[in-house]
């Protein structure tokens, strides 16, 4: 604990700034599971084809307090028919002070969907054994590569669209 305050005190000495991260909340803004073709999906070999869809969304909700959304849609098909969809909405509230603009963004659109993440996984998890599946558990996602690829498209448009 007096190493992290020292090193506040030493970052704010040389000159940088020294910023706050805190995680006031983390709640379900939507959950919802569907097996449209239940019951008879069980009486059909399982070979399931996955479709995985990730999404953050992130605005500010009071000076210095941030709302993080991370929504994960997963469709299983087994054959033609949809088995189960499985969509969560996962938010948190982030306090996040003392950072410019371009140390925001990184926060909010990796970190902050980073530790959102596990809690997201595990209710998807938890929907598809419920719903009488086998277990499914959502791989790894790395949100740093994932919001470079993103900036680095959005830079690409923009250059684009300057030609």
């Known amino acids: 604990m007096a190493d992290s305050a020292s090193s506040s005190g030493a970052q704010e000495a040389s000159g940088q700034a020294a910023g706050e991260f805190h995680i006031r909340r983390i709640y379900a803004k939507d959950i919802s599971f569907e097996t449209p073709n239940s019951p008879a999906i069980f009486s059909l070999e399982w070979k399931p084809e996955t479709d995985i869809n990730l999404r953050t969304e992130a605005s500010e909700v009071s000076p210095g307090d941030y709302e993080v ?7 299983v098909k087994v ?17 996040v002070v003392g950072l410019t603009s371009t140390e925001l963004g990184p926060v909010l659109g990796s970190y902050c969907p980073s530790v959102l993440y596990p809690y997201a996984r595990e209710m998807v998890s938890d929907l598809v054994i419920r719903g009488g599946f086998p277990p499914f558990v959502l791989a790894p996602v790395n949100f740093e590569a994932l919001y ?10 923009v250059a684009a669209q300057a030609d």
């Open 148 to 157: 470079a690829h993103q900036q680095s498209e959005h830079t690409t448009a």
């Open 69 to 75: 959304t991370l929504s994960v849609t997963v469709t």
């Open 79 to 95: 054959g033609e028919g949809v088995a189960f969809l499985a969509e969560v909405q996962l938010a948190g509230i982030f306090s």
